[in-house]
């Protein structure tokens, strides 16, 4: 048995009370190692604490951190990019990147710069796509052989339903669901989302909820 090419890494937030809202909130964000004839893609980082999770998920896929040659954030917001001090400290020969808008937002202090990325440049076994919207330099990325398309947060999944998520995080949602039709449009076989699990027939899903919106 080989290894798969690609492993998630689900990490649990727990927001308190008081930060979004009065209740506490509590959910799901993933991370993406995929591996590839050049070294290891790692796409997000999640949240503080995850390197142990990131770090199976590395193993599982039979490499280990200096295999790391690129780590991409989709966005900039903290679940997909507090990680990712620990993250490079392990990974220390991995170039990282985001969306040009989201890279010079994105706080990291020690010494080794977020890049930016162009539309269409390829990161290992992916190509970049961008998809602003959620956020101003959100990408996307399509791992065109195996027709495996990652749509960061552009929608996600809430106990196999579709979902925006809170429409505080959204910077233009008309954006958003523009950049997300033409991802749908591609017409890929699997789409892998930020927050949640896949779901069947996600590109019809996708079109009825675009359709509602
Ligand atoms: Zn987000």
Redesign the pocket.
Known sequence: MGHPDIEPVVAQVQIPPGVLGPSPMAFEVRSFVMAGPGGVVLVDTCIPGSTELIGRAVARVGAEWRDVTDIVLT?R?F??TGGLAETAELAIGATIWAGAEDAREIPFENGRAVRPLADGQEVGPLRVLRTPG??PGHVSLLKEESSLLLI??LVGSVDGALSF?PAA?MADPALNHRSLQRMVDLEPERILF?HGGEVPYPGDAIRQLLDRS
């Open positions: 966005h917001h679940d997909h959620h956020t960061g947060d998520g995080f930020s």
